[in-house]
């Protein structure tokens, strides 16, 4: 046998004695679920994070986090293993656990420290936040938005891992102490409101993904951490100001600081800019539209209030769009669709706060049929003359810090209006077509709400029951920048 084959034998043996141990402890000793959980999670992460220092290849940890991963699929299914599995409310944890891992196996074996760092800080930080969360007396709890996560917990889980990713930055040779503790110190804040956010044991994919992406961000610029702390800071403060102003919930806001760290403190503000355009400017013209006492909140499914999701569909793919550059793809490419991306995500949002605020009736785009203003599908002239204006605005707001050479940046902010003006044509046809149409049983009147009148459900009138307004907006700002990224290939 070679020694791969061998140190598979010897971690798999030792997983799954682990295993048993724990189940043994808790039929026979009594020991909390919980405990065992907690258990099991330390000792298992630790051979799983370690695995690019114990084998050759990726193929045999690989293979056996691919059979884990079915057996905990099977176990969840069928009810086995309470002592892993038993968790209130339910977790698909251990089933997420062998997802990451075997994510980071096939990805990012070629450096080692890509799969260790990432896997160690959710092995250790997670634990921390569970270990304090679950057994710290008289904690504090989150807002009710982060589910049952506590103060106390999110410390703890900020403080392991700022130790686990300086001490592993260091024993990697990644840079100087001094470097490591500032990376520990970046990461740290990014990898607990990522933790805060998560439910059903989804923190076991999110904190490594959080982690690398931070790791990634930091690399691009070779010993500048101190850019994602400074963003980070800025960050905090773009917070802060929009919960105040109730622009974003509270999941809305750490939506809205992580791509602020990720995204201003790797590209700053050249691919930045537009982004706190759209929401500086969209801001305002909600909060007009709010001083002139109309309720869009009746209408639209969840008002002016950004949460996770709206946040995650107007700037996940400009942020998707940098991490590409870091990667390799061409900057000017990757420019263009963060731009058709943004632009459409102005452009919609413009067009309803515009056509909502002349309090006019609009038309389907697809019938012509008369319908209330901010119904789904619906278009107004006006609303439409301020759609290709909220293009244009994000596109000329980005010319002065174009990374991109002069004689085509014309034609890649030419094409991030254009696809941000397709992409809002087709977020109106989507909206008129497949996104769930829905009406109110008390008030008869058409709404994106699941709950309408006194809390009434809402009754399904048509479109696709799982197509929401979160999905289409998703799917229109992609639309949106390959939009631009055609046009601007087909310019060149």
Not at 455 to 480: C, E, F, K, Q, Y
Request: one cysteine or more.
């Amino acid at each position: 046998m070679t020694g791969d084959s061998l140190m598979a034998l010897f971690c798999a043996g030792t997983v799954g004695i682990i295993v048993l141990l724990s189940e043994g402890a808790g039929r026979f000793l009594g020991t909390p679920a919980r405990v065992t959980r907690i258990m099991v999670h330390i000792s298992t992460g630790t051979i799983v994070a370690l695995a690019p220092l114990l084998f050759s290849t990726r193929w045999w940890p690989a293979g056996i986090a691919s059979v884990v991963l079915v057996g905990m699929i099977v176990s969840i299914r069928r009810g086995w293993l309470p002592a892993i599995h038993a968790a209130r409310p339910a977790s698909f944890g251990t089933m997420w656990f062998a997802v990451s891992a075997l994510l980071f196996y096939l990805l990012a074996w070629n450096e080692p420290f890509m799969v260790t760092l990432p896997l160690l800080t959710m092995t250790f930080a997670d634990a921390a936040g569970a270990v304090i969360g679950e057994f710290r007396q008289n904690t504090v709890r989150l807002p009710d938005a982060f589910g049952e996560k506590t103060w106390d917990g999110s410390i703890g889980v900020f403080m392991l891992t700022g130790f686990t990713v300086s001490l592993g930055w260091e024993a990697f040779g990644l840079g100087s102490t001094g470097e490591a503790l500032l990376v520990g110190l970046a990461c740290a804040p990014v990898v607990a409101v990522t933790e805060a956010l998560c439910r059903r044991g989804i923190d076991n994919l999110a904190i490594p993904l959080a982690t690398v992406v931070t790791i990634m961000v930091i690399r691009a610029t070779p010993g500048q951490p101190h850019a994602v702390l400074l963003a980070e800071a800025a960050g905090l403060v773009l917070v802060a100001g929009s919960l105040r102003s109730r622009a974003l919930s509270p999941d809305g806001a750490v939506g809205a600081f992580l791509i602020v760290a990720w995204l201003f403190g790797g590209g700053g503000l050249t691919w930045t800019l537009p982004i706190l355009v759209f929401f500086i400017l969209s801001s305002v013209l909600s909060q007009i539209n709010t001083r002139r006492r109309f309720d869009p909140d009746r209408v639209l499914a969840k008002g002016h209030q950004r949460d996770i999701a709206q946040v995650a569909a107007n700037g996940a793919i400009a942020l998707a769009a940098y991490l590409g550059t870091i990667s390799g793809l061409p900057v000017p490419v990757m420019w263009a669709a963060m731009l058709g991306a943004v632009a459409t995500a102005t452009a919609d949002t413009w067009a309803t706060e515009i056509g909502m605020g002349f309090r006019r009736n609009a038309r389907l785009i697809t019938t012509g049929r008369v319908v209330a203003a901010g119904t789904s599908g619906g278009v107004t002239l006006i609303g439409s003359i301020g759609s290709l204006m909220g293009a244009g605005v994000i596109s000329a707001s980005a010319l002065p810090l174009a990374p991109v050479e002069a004689g085509i940046v014309g034609l890649a902010a030419l094409s991030g209006a254009v696809g941000g003006a397709t992409g809002s044509l087709a977020d109106s046809l989507m909206g008129a077509t497949i996104q769930a149409r829905l009406r109110c049983p008390v008030c008869n009147r058409m709404t994106e709400r699941r709950k309408h009148c006194d809390d009434m459900p809402t009754i399904h009138a048509g479109g696709w029951r799982i197509v929401d307004n979160d999905m289409v907006n998703a799917v229109s700002g992609l639309i949106g920048a390959g939009a631009a990224v055609l046009l601007f290939l087909a310019l060149l």
